[in-house]
């Protein structure tokens, strides 16, 4: 790297550590103002754990280092968003899911009901940012010692700095973010040389901690998934309802639409099911069903749609349906984005969403607001996507996306700082601050009830 590179990559990293500190200042009083903090905050205190550098920070300033993992220097900016997508929008950004970890943690920091008292804290948030520390893992030289990820931190946690932190309630109380599924940091302790992932699930150093994942195993321990981020961050309610009645008022020609790679291999899956049924039905002459357009497919492949959020939302928004086949694991962004833009989501299993997302997407709502159709069904049994979506009539295909618009600020994070009439609506990062404390304050009493 030239030394200019790195002198202008450095230089929104210490801005970056030096304004979250600043705000840390700054949020805890003044919303201390704002309302009564006993009543409103009563078990719902989170004391954050201080961290030195190496476990946040600095990782960040190798963002350019990782060949086979893409630089991600530029997603780091505005706190983990990304940039603008251009120069006037106020509300999307080019964000890299990846980078929840900043996010969360800036988010964190203006959280109305932080305590500097561990002792009165009901949860303990560790900034660290699991996923890209695990990058060195995953992708570079320290790939061979991959089940030590998270070693240091245990050390730091439970020996060096105030470990009766710790020891109160055995890391009961403690959770953190990791930005990738967990398939990623499930690597078995025996597999050696590793497969993939490191081992940071797998230890029994964090059994007791909850772990915030994008994805959760199919038999979850310590990890709840919560919603992947997308494009999507309006400062305030203005911004908000305008692009709520652009999706409302937004005319779908096409019936349904797929977004995503691959489905090119020759073996039965879903996805070249879903390729081989937009083939036929793009060419097919459609009269009196509505649809000027029965399938789109919108190719994704190498990444192209990744910090592109213009490539599939302009196209989702004129679809009713909105395919989510698993990919390379079981769920996926375009999921979250389909929301966002009024398309009724299709998942051909339940581990897609249903049995992820509980805190964010209430189990017993997704028959109002999405579609099931088992994959075997399409893949084996000649099953028609086209045909189901089709049978479902006008009325209730206008139901359910009113039920998806109602779900659309549970998955959005909006921005950090946002105005008042905004964070008075639960979005995906209060939603799952409660889903934590509930967990941990159960988890809490089944260990005192031993
Ligand atoms: C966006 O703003 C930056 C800084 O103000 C400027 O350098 C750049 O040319 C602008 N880009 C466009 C496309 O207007
Ligand atoms: C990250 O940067 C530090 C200091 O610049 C260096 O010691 C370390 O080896 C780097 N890690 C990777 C994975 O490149
Ligand atoms: C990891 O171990 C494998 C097999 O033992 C070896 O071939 C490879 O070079 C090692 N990788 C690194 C980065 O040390
Ligand atoms: C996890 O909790 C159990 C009891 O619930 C305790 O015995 C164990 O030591 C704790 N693990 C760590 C690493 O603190
Ligand atoms: C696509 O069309 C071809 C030719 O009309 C037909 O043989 C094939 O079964 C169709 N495939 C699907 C998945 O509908």
Redesign the pocket.
């Known amino acids: 790297m030239s030394p200019l590179k790195s002198s202008i990559l450095a230089k929104p990293i210490t801005i970056t550590a030096a304004t979250l500190f600043f705000l840390l200042l700054t949020t805890t009083t003044t919303t201390a103002q704002d309302f009564d903090l006993e009543s409103e905050c009563t078990n719902k205190w989170i004391y954050i754990r201080p961290l030195p550098p190496q476990f946040n920070v600095d990782p960040l300033s190798n963002c350019s280092e990782y060949p086979i993992f893409d630089n991600f220097c530029p997603y780091v900016s505005n706190h983990g968003l990304g940039q603008k997508t251009h120069n006037k929008s106020h509300s999307w950004y080019r964000t890299d899911p990846f980078m929840l970890e900043l996010v969360f943690h800036r988010r964190m920091l203006e959280y109305p009901c932080l305590t500097f008292d561990p002792n009165s804290a009901n949860a303990i948030y560790i900034p660290y940012y699991a996923g890209i520390d695990s990058l060195r893992y995953l992708y570079g030289?320290e790939?061979?010692s991959s089940f030590e990820h998270g070693l240091d931190l245990f050390q730091y946690l439970y020996h060096s700095d105030s470990p009766e932190i710790w020891r109160k309630n055995s890391g009961h109380d403690h959770f953190l973010v990791m930005a990738r599924p967990a398939w990623d940091f499930s690597q078995p302790l025996s597999n050696d040389?590793p497969i993939w992932g490191t081992s940071f699930l797998e230890l029994p150093e964090f059994y007791n901690v909850t772990a915030l994942t994008l994805e959760a195993r199919a038999y979850p321990w310590q990890e709840h998934a919560i919603p992947y981020p997308t494009s999507f961050h309006p400062p305030n309610m203005a911004l908000f309802e305008s692009w709520v009645s652009r999706v409302r008022r937004s005319r779908r020609t096409t019936l349904m639409l797929f977004a995503g790679g691959g489905g090119i291999s020759a073996n039965p899956n879903i996805r070249r099911s879903i390729r081989l049924e937009c083939e036929n039905s793009t060419s097919t002459d459609v009269n009196g069903c509505g649809y000027s357009e029965l399938c789109e497919f919108v190719d994704c492949s190498n990444g192209v749609c990744e910090h592109d959020p213009i490539r599939f939302m302009r196209p989702m928004l004129q679809a009713s349906f909105c395919l989510q086949p698993p990919g390379d694991t079981p769920t996926r962004r375009s999921t979250f984005d389909s929301i966002l833009a009024g398309c009724i989501p299709v998942f051909f299993e339940e581990l897609s969403a249903k049995k992820q997302y509980g805190w964010h997407l209430p189990e017993e709502k997704y028959e109002e607001f999405s579609v099931f159709i088992p994959k075997e069904d399409v893949v084996f049994k000649g099953v028609s996507i086209v045909d189901v979506l089709m049978n479902i009539p006008r009325a209730e295909v206008r139901r359910m996306r009113e039920k998806v618009l109602e779900m659309m600020p549970r998955v959005m994070y909006r921005k950090h700082g946002s105005s008042l009439g905004l964070s008075a609506k639960k979005d995906a990062f209060d939603l799952a601050i409660e889903g934590v404390l509930k967990r941990i304050s159960s988890r809490l009493k089944e260990v005192a009830a031993q």
Do not use: C, E, S, T
């Open positions: 030289p790939v061979n040389p």
